[in-house]
């Protein structure tokens, strides 16, 4: 089917970091927008939070300058939630809202959000048609292929979302109980694509840049969404368009001592270094020795501590096994 043309091609037809709670903050969004993204999402954002005003949620809408293009991503289960949280937001500089329903976390469902509405797909189309009546702003929606096997997304999810509202629908190849194991079902993503008058975004498994190609060519999607396969490999981002997919020598180092150093702009000491130390494990991996350094970067408890084992880390990676 012939496609829409898009008002936000940097993500509908690009390469796009995926909202991971906890991981894609403001710095490792940065990170990822220099090294080839181009787009980025905020970790999901409670509508109802927005919509009741909470000063801790509010604060996640904060983001530095360089994060662009940014959108916004909402998750909830009440309309009303929506249609006060895209009226907050609207104003705000973000490029588009997206509507979570693909979570897969027990808590979330337990709120009826995520991939929740996804069992109860009027709602959900409610909360889109709502979203979009109160923003200026492109609304797209991010689902799973279905709330349980037994219960897929019609195939046709694309055109009900569009009818709603939406510019654009996100595919994660999985059913929610499968949360992120288990082979990414392209035909699935494909059925979708095919019956879609918008673009149609694939997620799931892109964890090297031969499978991220694949996905997208293989379901006949228009672009990418990018999540666990960027944590600790940025540089994916970079080999999808066709550059380097592996850091150059001294650029793991730079790359984690800058990320490290944008966290400090807004965690105090010495809280920043327990955060950071699930980004840093996530670095050391794919070389020889990587364990090892895995090992003492849990340790971590200072500037000095971080740069010393990121130094050598990256002096391991680009030193053959047998010269170590």
Not at 79 to 101: Q, Y
Not at 166 to 190: L, Q, T, Y
Request: glycine share 10%.
């Amino acid at each position: 089917m012939n496609k829409e043309k898009s008002l936000i091609p940097f993500y509908t037809h690009g390469i796009t970091m995926a909202p991971m709670a906890g991981v894609t903050d403001s710095a490792f969004r940065r990170i990822c927008i220099k090294l080839g993204a181009t787009c980025l999402v905020t970790e999901m954002i409670t509508a109802a939070g927005l919509s009741r005003k909470s000063v801790k949620t509010k604060k996640m809408l904060r983001y530095h300058p360089e994060e662009q293009p940014l959108g916004v991503q909402l998750f909830g289960a009440k309309p009303d939630d929506f249609a006060r949280a895209s009226d907050l937001v609207t104003p705000l500089g973000f490029k588009f809202i997206d509507i979570n329903a693909g979570c897969p976390v027990k808590r979330v469902l337990r709120s009826g959000s995520g991939s929740s509405l996804l069992g109860d797909i009027p709602r959900l189309l409610e909360i889109i048609r709502v979203t979009k009546e109160n923003t200026d702003l492109p609304v797209t929606v991010k689902i799973r292929l279905g709330l349980t096997r037994e219960n897929p997304v019609p195939d046709n999810i694309g055109l009900l979302a569009a009818e709603a509202g939406a510019c654009s629908i996100a595919v994660h190849g999985r059913f929610r109980p499968d949360f992120f194991s288990g082979e990414v079902s392209k035909d699935g993503i494909r059925r979708i694509a095919e019956l879609s008058p918008v673009p149609v975004i694939a997620n799931g498994d892109s964890t090297s840049v031969e499978a991220a190609i694949s996905l997208r060519d293989d379901t006949g999607s228009t672009g990418l969404l990018i999540g666990r396969g960027a944590w600790g490999n940025p540089w994916i981002f970079r080999g999808i368009s066709g550059g380097n997919p592996n850091p150059e020598p001294g650029e793991l180092h730079n790359t984690i001592m800058e990320q490290l150093s944008m966290m400090m702009e807004y965690i105090p000491s010495p809280q920043v270094f327990h955060i950071f130390r699930g980004h840093l494990v996530q670095y050391f991996r794919g070389f020889h020795g990587a364990a090892s350094f895995r090992k003492r970067a849990v340790s971590t408890v200072s500037l000095e501590d971080v740069d010393i084992v990121a130094g050598e880390a990256d002096i391991a990676m680009h030193t053959p096994a047998e010269d170590l």
